[in-house]
C-alpha cells in the first residue's frame, strides 16, 4: 500500500518558481530517506536532491543554490521548492522512497516562454 502522490508541477516560464510536493503513505515516512529525481526527454534519470531522516541535504550541482527540499513528517510529506527555473528543469520530476526503492509517477515540470 506504498503510496507516492505527486503535485505541484506546471508549465512556468523560465525565472519562475514551482513548489512540488510528495505525500506519502503506506509506511513509516519519517525514518526514511526521501529525494527526487528528474528525467528530461533523452536524457537519464537523474537525482536532483535527496534528504535523509534526519534532515540533511544533498543537491546535485545544476540545481544547488536554486532548489531546496524539505520534509514535514506531521504531514508525511516531502517538498521541492524550485527558484529561477531554466528551460533545462524541464523534466519529469519523481519522487523517491528509501523504503523498498518506491517511485512516485511523476510530475511533470515544463519551462518555457
Known amino acids: 500500500q506504498v503510496q507516492l502522490v505527486e503535485s505541484g508541477g506546471g508549465l512556468v516560464q523560465p525565472g519562475g518558481s514551482l513548489r512540488l510536493s510528495c505525500a506519502a503513505s503506506?509506511?513509516?515516512?519519517?525514518?526514511?530517506?526521501m529525494g527526487w529525481y528528474r528525467q528530461a526527454p533523452e536524457k537519464q534519470r537523474e537525482l536532483v536532491a535527496d534528504?535523509?531522516?534526519?534532515?540533511?541535504?544533498n543537491y546535485a550541482d545544476s540545481v544547488k543554490g536554486r532548489f531546496t527540499i524539505s520534509r514535514d513528517n506531521a504531514k508525511n510529506t516531502v517538498y521541492l521548492q524550485i527558484n529561477d527555473l531554466k528551460p533545462e528543469d524541464t523534466a519529469v520530476y519523481y519522487c523517491?522512497?528509501?523504503?523498498?526503492?518506491?517511485w512516485g509517477q511523476g510530475t511533470q515540470v515544463t519551462v518555457s516562454s
Open positions: 503506506g509506511f513509516t515516512f519519517s525514518i526514511y530517506s
Open positions: 523517491y522512497t528509501g523504503f523498498r526503492g518506491n
Open positions: 534528504i535523509s531522516s534526519d534532515g540533511r541535504t
